[in-house]
């Protein structure tokens, strides 16, 4: 939900009537996603490529573009790479296709590449940018799983309460996109494996703090209770 908030929502891509059917790419515009191979990511990439954006750049380490590119990325980068930025640009320069208009940080580096100074050749100057975190750049926005209900959070190190109010009519593509995800799940549509720990409450805590730092890999996390 998080995802087809993010792609039918917010960057206002148009949902595919058959995700099986008619080839849509390069109906959309250039799309850009940060950590694809983060379960958010997995699912935004696979909504976009159905929707027909092109070329469809990614990051992820170098092991999952493979499996990325199986569903749906047109390009793959290391996001380990220093020099990552000036890969793509060279790679939108040798296509042709011009600086990037969609951006979706699927797993919320920080600090993010994407708001560095020297990332700005990549994108253009009205670039939407998204983000799974709250950010203080203000040119990101960020999807919600419930974009019909009020959300309310509170940023780290601040006593300020953040309000994003719901809105009814978002939840339709929302809901339409996890239904046409269901009905392909298996065929055009996939999932990262999901990995059930058991363990201690402190082996759990050190897992969780992988998945907040980036370095548990790829997949989900599913903890089963009671802890032990």
Request: overall charge neutral; glycine content about 8%; some cysteine.
């Amino acid at each position: 939900m998080t995802a087809a908030d993010s792609m039918y929502n917010l960057l206002n891509l148009t949902p595919p009537a058959n995700p099986n059917g008619t080839n849509l790419s390069g109906q959309a515009p250039p799309l850009l996603i940060w950590g694809a191979s983060s379960s958010v990511g997995s699912c935004a990439l696979q909504f976009a490529a159905a929707s027909g954006c092109y070329p469809i750049f990614v990051t992820a380490s170098a092991k999952r573009h493979e499996a990325l590119k199986n569903l749906g990325a047109t390009h793959c980068f290391d996001y380990s790479s220093p020099t990552v930025i000036n890969e793509i640009h060279d790679e939108l320069g040798r296509l042709q296709a011009g600086p990037i208009q969609y951006v979706f940080d699927a797993v919320a580096m920080d600090p993010n590449p994407l708001a560095a100074a020297g990332a700005e050749f990549i994108l253009l100057p009205n670039a939407k940018l998204l983000s799974t975190v709250v950010r203080h750049d203000k040119r990101f926005q960020m999807p919600l799983a419930t974009p019909h209900l009020d959300f309310r959070t509170r940023l780290p190190g601040t006593s300020d309460i953040i309000n994003i109010p719901g809105e009814p009519e978002a939840r339709q593509k929302t809901w339409d996109a996890l239904q046409c995800a269901v009905d392909n799940y298996g065929k055009s549509f996939k999932l990262p494996p999901i990995d059930v720990f058991e363990g201690s409450g402190e082996e759990a805590l050190t897992e969780l703090h992988k998945v907040a730092n980036g370095t548990r890999g790829y997949g989900k996390l599913a903890i089963r209770h009671p802890l032990k």
